[in-house]
């Protein structure tokens, strides 16, 4: 890690709301990952922040940073509220107990959002993250104590029982395509935050047609909105629809179809829909 950048004083310190990004000096960290560069050499933050050390850390300087420059790569990052309700979700989730197989893949993990959620949760979990960032893998190491691979979705090739992911949206299509072939047996599972009532598109056919390798088990709206963004979030368990013994063209030959929602049950006030394919 290089890292050279001078310890600032209190007195010099901006506030990271609508004034650090903005205000900054030429030799003070410019973006989050020179941000996080400052932070492991000086213990502290290169502004003033209230909530040091706590899930909204990261999530508040790159969202800061993105309102003064730009959004890259689709990199829409979690919100804190969301990924502590998805680990509840995945917490309270009957048939994962006990019987997972670690360690939990964080696909597309970003700086580790997601894992933060699951580590406040469920601390003894294992968690491996993917992401196409080489410095989003950097924090993600060093944030959440876990390991992370820098590569592409597309060309990650081990197996796990349980996969959780804040896919970007615009690349949705080949996520389906690439997220069944990562499923370690017929019963695992993979938690999703995806665009509102994304899984019951018809259209195009490709993505019809990806959408069919899986069973949607449960679905619940997301509590909170993403920044820069009005699209409406869902959180959406899936697995896969077919057993080893067929194939999707099995399937469609014997005019298998999804019919919608069959029941429904309700978790600690939570409502839960639980829907089959089948």
Known sequence: MDSNFEKITSKKKYALNNSYFKNRSMNMPANP???????KEHKELPYNYDYLHSNRMWYDCFCEYQKRYRIECDQFFTPPEISMQLAEI?????????????????????YGQLTFGFREILPDYEFIGVDTDRQLCDIYEDATKQRAI????QDYEVKHDVI???PPFSQLEEFFEKLDNLFKYWHS???VILPLRYVDKVRPKRLFKS???YRVIMREQCIA??????QNTEIVALEPAFRNDK????????GIIPNGITSSKTSKNKQYEQISMF
């Open 189 to 191: 599972v993979a938690f």
């Open 90 to 110: 995945i917490r309270d989730y009957s048939p994962f107990g006990e019987q997972m197989e670690g360690p939990i893949l964080d696909l597309c993990c970003g």
């Open 33 to 39: 990952y020179e941000v996080w560069q400052y932070y």
């Open 247 to 254: 194939k999707h063209e099995d399937y469609i030959a014997e």
């Open 211 to 213: 959408l069919m390798n």
């Open 150 to 153: 820098n590569m592409f979705f």
């Open 225 to 230: 909105s993403f920044a820069r963004t009005g």
């Open 164 to 166: 959780i992911a804040n």
